[in-house]
């Protein structure tokens, strides 16, 4: 398992980034955690990280979303 502790909605916004830029076709990922703990920057970032330009919406009650960027994601 990896931990990361962020200090801010920017720190998790990079993390996300970094995610973003290395996956690959057919990764797969799995947000779990309580409301404002920072699933939706995350998200965010990932989403930019793979070449999304869409809006990115909250992931919360949402079973999956799809978006068009480098990939699917």
Known sequence: MLTYLSESEEDTFRFGDRIGKNLRPGDILLLYGDLGSGKTVLSKG?????GVSDMVTSPTFTLMNRYT????V
């Open 46 to 50: 990932i989403a930019y990280g793979a």
């Open 69 to 72: 960027g480098n990939f699917p």
